[in-house]
């Protein structure tokens, strides 16, 4: 099993930016999917998480501002990060518990970086 996430880039205060996060290989099924992000000489922080129901939470600084999703006939889950501001800037990671056969681990993805700049 393989998260891939993508969707980072250089872009304005103020813009926006989609991340997604695929996973592929063999799995029964997808439960539970975060999104943390790693800023430079900070800890990894957890920004959103999305239930196997649909319920979703977030960390205070993002709340209002970004949103996550996701796509099960994809096996895609996505964060829609509008509003964007300089403290956003990091590598953002997603993580999901994955159901192989009876059993449930943890995958996270690459990475990928955000950079919110003008």
């Known amino acids: 099993v393989q998260l891939q996430a993508s969707g980072g880039g250089l872009v304005q205060p103020g813009g926006s930016l989609r991340l997604s996060c695929a996973a592929s290989?063999?799995?029964?099924?997808?439960?539970?999917v975060d999104w943390y992000r790693q800023a430079p000489g900070k800890q990894r922080e957890l920004v959103a998480g999305l239930t196997s129901g649909g319920v979703a939470n977030y960390m205070d600084s993002v709340k209002g501002r970004f949103t996550i999703s996701r796509d099960n006939a994809k096996n895609t889950v996505y964060l829609q990060m509008n509003g964007l501001k300089p403290e956003d800037t990091a590598v953002y990671y997603c993580?999901?518990?994955?159901?192989?056969?009876?059993?449930?681990?943890?995958?996270w993805g690459q990475g990928t970086l955000v950079t919110v700049s003008s």
């Open positions: 290989g063999s799995f029964f099924s997808i439960n539970t």
């Open positions: 993580k999901a518990l994955i159901r192989r056969d009876n059993n449930y681990s943890y995958y």
